[in-house]
């Protein structure tokens, strides 16, 4: 079965840096969508950025453009979103989601089947 499990998720000052990773089971890592969502307290679930594994295509919102990238190692089945310039504003629980169906593409709006549990990022002033 699909799983995902997060790691890296803690507390920094705004300025600073965390790298999240997600490691994945159960599926062809290399050719799937993956994804990065936060939720904060009280907000929607917003998707931040997305990959297809296949040819590392990455999308990223207006939110974490320049300041968030992805990236993969395939031979440890893991997905990383290097997280640089943070801002108060980007405390909330992050989660790790993938999507096996790639053919329509990888975009932030597409849906996500599986997901992880979570890692919490707090970014204090």
């Known amino acids: 079965q699909v799983q995902l499990v997060e790691s890296g998720g803690g507390s920094v000052q705004a300025g600073g840096s965390l790298r999240l990773s997600c490691t994945a089971s159960?599926?062809?890592?290399?050719?799937?969508?993956m994804a990065w969502f936060r939720q904060a307290p009280g907000k929607e679930r917003e998707a931040v950025a997305s990959?297809?594994?296949?040819?590392?295509?990455?999308y990223y919102s207006e939110s974490v453009e320049g300041r968030f990238t992805l990236s993969q190692d395939n031979a440890k089945n893991t997905l990383y979103l290097q997280m640089a310039s943070l801002k108060p504003e980007d405390t909330a629980m992050y989660y790790c989601?993938?999507?096996?169906?790639?053919?329509?593409?990888?975009?932030?709006?597409?849906?996500?089947?599986?997901w992880g549990q979570g890692t919490q990022v707090t970014v204090s002033s």
């Open positions: 989601a993938a999507r096996l169906s790639w053919i329509f593409g990888c975009t932030l709006g597409k849906t996500y089947n599986y």
């Open positions: 159960g599926y062809t890592f290399s050719s799937a969508c």
């Open positions: 990959i297809y594994t296949g040819n590392e295509s990455t």
